[in-house]
């Protein structure tokens, strides 16, 4: 399977995935942004509106590991003594409640807290490379590029929330570094549905500028069938 091209039916045309050099990127699916009673619903999001993409997460990473691909976390969050964190994005808002404070499930985007730990149902298995990173993009002030060159990967199969924010972030960040992106459209998510439309059309727009779209279960037909 590794030595194989796949060919993945994706817009706007199929994506050739190399198995040997794709990894699965998964991001900042944490339990504040995506749980009942966390800093995500706190702010008044529809956290429903995410929560509809782990099934499909789950399924695809699954099937990632019985392929035994590369399968990676993102978690968006800082450090105790917010030494990383810009004065504007803390004020950004304007909310009574910013990150740092104490929120519904600790300290919000601080690391170590259970609020910014990812959600049990995709957690990390032994080996997956975990991802901290202090913005939006995976890239920025992270050793994640660093991770995929050693290990040869030149294609990301980006998934996560949210579509608009992070995940969009962190394609373009990867196309400007030569990254193939295959964003499969049911396993990213957004708190507002106009933003998840945009977000994946600005993706796939004027012969794909910035990725792919496809849908998880193209991707799981490819790798199963190899």
């Known amino acids: 399977m590794q030595a194989k091209t796949l060919l993945v039916p994706a817009e706007p045309y199929a994506f050739e995935l190399k198995p040997a050099e794709c990894a699965l ?11 009942p009673g966390g800093f995500g619903e706190m702010l008044g999001n529809d956290v429903s509106q995410l929560r509809r993409t782990i099934e499909p997460n789950r399924r695809l990473l699954a099937a990632w590991r019985a392929a035994g691909l590369l399968a990676m976390h993102t978690r968006e969050g800082h450090r105790p003594d917010l030494s990383d964190l ?11 409640t910013t990150i740092g404070d104490v929120g519904p499930m600790g300290r919000i985007l601080v690391r170590g807290e259970p609020g910014h730990d990812i959600i049990p149902e995709l957690y990390p298995a032994p080996g997956e490379p975990v991802i901290d ?3 939006k993009g995976a890239f920025h ?36 570094r ?14 507002f549905p106009e933003f998840q439309e945009m977000g994946l059309k600005m993706i796939k727009a004027q012969g794909g500028i910035f990725g792919w779209v496809t849908g998880s279960p193209s991707v799981i037909a490819a790798i199963g069938d190899a």
Do not use: W
């Open 133 to 135: 990173k202090p913005g």
């Open 86 to 96: 810009p004065p504007s994005k803390k004020i950004r808002g304007r909310s009574a």
């Open 178 to 191: 030569g990254y193939d992106c295959l964003v499969p459209e049911d396993c990213v998510g957004s708190y």
């Open 141 to 176: 002030a992270t050793d994640l590029h660093s991770i995929l060159q050693h290990r040869g990967i030149t294609q990301l199969v980006v998934t996560g929330v949210t579509t608009e924010v992070c995940v969009n972030t962190t394609v373009r960040e990867a196309n400007d």
């Open 25 to 35: 990127l998964i991001i900042d699916m944490q339990r504040d942004f995506l749980e």
